[in-house]
C-alpha cells in the first residue's frame, strides 16, 4: 500500500529542479560530444549511426544516477538488475569506447549535481581534441600520397587467401597496406584494408580490383583522402 500511494518515491525526495537542470545539460553536451565526434572522429564505422546514440546513453546513465544517489535501497538494487545484462555488440574501435566512456562520465558527474565539474569536463574534452587534430593537421599539408579505404567481401575462404596476395603486392609494388579489420564470418567474411600509395592511383586501383576478382571477391572504395607521407 505504501508503494501505491506514492510514500516510496516521497522517502527518495529527488529534487524535481536539480533533475530537470541535470537532463538538459547532459543532452545538450552529449549532443556536443556528438558533432565533435562526427568532425574530428576517424573511426572507420558508421559514425553518424554510432553516434546517434550518445545523447540516449548520457541522459539515461544520468537518470540512473539521480535516482540511485538518493537511495542506498535502490543503488542496490541497480547493481542485482545490471548483473543480468549482457552486451552482445563488440566495439572494435577504440576511439568510439573512449567516446562512450565521454557519454558515461558527463552522465555520472551531471546526475550527481556536479554541475560545473560537467561543463569544465566538457570544456576539456572539446579543448583537447580540437588542438590535438590542429597540429595533426599540419602534418596532412603540401602532401602527394592519398590514403584509400578499401573493403574486400566473399567467402571466408577467400578472404583468408587474399590477405597473402596483399602482403605479396605490398613488398613488389612498394605500397602502404594496413589491413584495418579481418572478419571471418561465412557469407559475410570482410577485409577492411587501408592502402597508399604516391602515383599511378588509377594502375592501382585496377591491380586491386583485378586481383580481387580473381579471388571472387567484390571491392568497395570507402574514401579517398590525403595523409601526409
Do not use: H, W
Amino acid at each position: 500500500m505504501d508503494f501505491l500511494s506514492g510514500k516510496l518515491i516521497d522517502d527518495v525526495n529527488i529534487s524535481i529542479g536539480s533533475t530537470i537542470i541535470a537532463i538538459f545539460l547532459s543532452g545538450l553536451s552529449s549532443y556536443i560530444i556528438r558533432l565533435i565526434y562526427l568532425k574530428y572522429g576517424k573511426s572507420m564505422n558508421n559514425r553518424d549511426y554510432f553516434a546517434g546514440i550518445f545523447v540516449l546513453l548520457t541522459v539515461t546513465t544520468c537518470v540512473v544516477i539521480v535516482v540511485v544517489k538518493y537511495s542506498l535501497a535502490l543503488s542496490l538494487g541497480l547493481v542485482g538488475a545490471l548483473s543480468i545484462v549482457r552486451f552482445r555488440a563488440a566495439i572494435k574501435e577504440p576511439e568510439e569506447l573512449v567516446y562512450l566512456f565521454i557519454c558515461i562520465a558527463l552522465g555520472i558527474a551531471y546526475g550527481s549535481n556536479q554541475f560545473v565539474i560537467g561543463l569544465l569536463f566538457l570544456a576539456s574534452i572539446i579543448f583537447i581534441v580540437i588542438i590535438y587534430n590542429f597540429f595533426n593537421s599540419k602534418k596532412i599539408i603540401n602532401t602527394d600520397i592519398t590514403q584509400k579505404v578499401l573493403i574486400f567481401e566473399g567467402k571466408r575462404e577467400a578472404i583468408s587467401s587474399f590477405t597473402e596476395k596483399l602482403k605479396n603486392l605490398k613488398s613488389s609494388n612498394e605500397l602502404e597496406i594496413i589491413l584495418k579489420e579481418i572478419t571471418l564470418d561465412g557469407d559475410t567474411s570482410r577485409i577492411t584494408a587501408i592502402i597508399s600509395q604516391n602515383e599511378d592511383e588509377i594502375g592501382l586501383i585496377k591491380t586491386l580490383d583485378n586481383l580481387s576478382n580473381k579471388s571472387n571477391l567484390t571491392m568497395s572504395l570507402v574514401s579517398d583522402v590525403s595523409v601526409a607521407s
